[in-house]
């Protein structure tokens, strides 16, 4: 079981940062990814970290602004979200697989809630 948190309202140029708890069970050996969908569109992979070398995935519309990190004697994975854009605003869901590929959420077999992250002035 996942849980989300962190999203909310934020200006253009703020930051963001997600966290994504998993309850009862430990992430160890799991791949997270951070997903996100905006309204009409496909749900789209924007990082991921791999659970056995720390290995990191950004999708090109992020990379250098997001930054993705693990701590899993916190059962936590973080997404810090700088330089946020209008663009941004989507809901983000947490998935964790054990060999969950970073740009396809069908490879995903848990799935948090989603928290709305809102980007205007």
């Known amino acids: 079981h996942l849980v989300e948190s962190g999203g909310g309202l934020v200006q253009p140029g703020g930051s963001l940062r997600l966290s994504c708890v998993a309850s009862?069970?430990?992430?160890?050996?799991?791949?997270i990814a951070w997903f996100r969908q905006a309204p009409g569109k496909e749900r789209e992979g924007v990082s991921a970290?791999?659970?056995?070398?720390?290995?990191?995935y950004y999708a090109d519309s992020v990379k250098g602004r997001f930054t993705i990190s693990r701590d899993n004697a916190k059962k936590t994975v973080y997404l810090q979200m700088n330089s946020l854009r209008p663009e941004d605003t989507a809901v983000y869901y947490c998935?964790?697989?054990?060999?969950?590929?970073?740009?396809?959420?069908?490879?995903?077999?848990?799935w948090g809630q989603g928290t709305q992250v809102t980007v205007s002035s």
């Open positions: 009862g069970s430990s992430l160890d050996y799991y791949a």
């Open positions: 970290i791999s659970g056995s070398d720390g290995s990191t």
């Open positions: 998935a964790a697989a054990i060999s969950g590929r970073p740009r396809l959420p069908e490879t995903y077999d848990y």
